[in-house]
T-cell receptor, first 114, second 111 residues
Framework: DSGVTQTPKHLITATGQRVTLRCSPR?????VYWYQQSLDQGLQFLIQ???????AKGNILERFSAQQFPDLHSELNLSSLELGDSALYFC?????????????FGPGTRLTVL | DAKTTQPTSMDCAEGRAANLPCNHS???????VYWYRQIHSQGPQYIIH???NNETNEMASLIITEDRKSSTLILPHATLRDTAVYYC????????????FGSGTRLSIRP
């Protein structure tokens, strides 16, 4: 158990819909990262937040957005869903200010778009 | 794009040492080498990291060549539970650094 929690574990929805994925980082961790893992793309970095502020951006689509709240939990919002958005979505957290980049990953949310 | 090159797959007998190679010829002086693994569809798990010295922890050893252009992850006594995809990553240690996962090496441990 990494200490990072993600809800829900599974999500099935239809094309065109909007969903919200939630992540609670480990206690004391200030950074939250979001990743997408699909069969044909591997593990792709989407976005990072540090203490409420966006810090780094990867290949995140404009239909996707994220935020980190004052209690440090984070939400990833996916809208106008397409079949190709079906994937595992992982959240990871990291203790800010540490001298290395060890990230602790949650169990993931499996999104299926029908 | 990932800055590392790893074999697509490897296998190893249970109880033997598993040696997983990684090439990172364009690594810069401030970049660390990190290893993660992903068992089935679970979240990736951090294994070890290093800058230029060899490192060892309870899970594995990391050997980095003197020119830092390649490294080897060593699992000293592989078990069936070590079957996973192993990712070698180079990244800065700043709080804004991204971890770019490549394709990794699928390691199969045979009984």
């Amino acid at each position: 158990d990494s200490g990072v929690t993600q809800t829900p574990k599974h999500l099935i929805t239809a094309t065109g819909q909007r969903v919200t994925l939630r992540c609670s980082p480990r206690s004391g961790d200030l950074s939250v990262y979001w990743y997408q893992q699909s069969l044909d793309q591997g593990l792709q970095f989407l976005i990072q937040y540090y203490n409420g502020e966006e810090r780094a951006k990867g290949n995140i689509l404009e239909r996707f957005s994220a935020q980190q709240f004052p209690d440090l939990h984070s939400e990833l919002n996916l809208s106008s869903l397409e079949l190709g958005d079906s994937a595992l979505y992982f959240c990871a957290s990291r203790r800010g200010g540490s001298s290395y980049n060890e990230q602790f990953f949650g169990p993931g949310t499996r999104l299926t778009v029908l | 794009d990932a800055k590392t090159t790893q074999p697509t797959s490897m296998d190893c007998a249970e109880g033997r040492a598993a040696n997983l190679p990684c090439n990172h010829s364009t690594i810069s002086g401030n970049e660390y080498v990190y290893w993660y693994r992903q068992i089935h569809s679970q979240g990736p798990q951090y294994i070890i990291h290093g800058l230029k010295n060899n490192e060892t922890n309870e899970m594995a050893s990391l050997i980095i060549t003197e020119d830092r252009k390649s490294s080897t992850l060593i699992l000293p006594h592989a078990t069936l539970r070590d079957t996973a995809v192993y990712y070698c990553i180079v990244a800065w240690y700043s709080s804004a650094s991204k971890i770019i996962f490549g394709s990794g090496t699928r390691l199969s441990i045979r009984p």
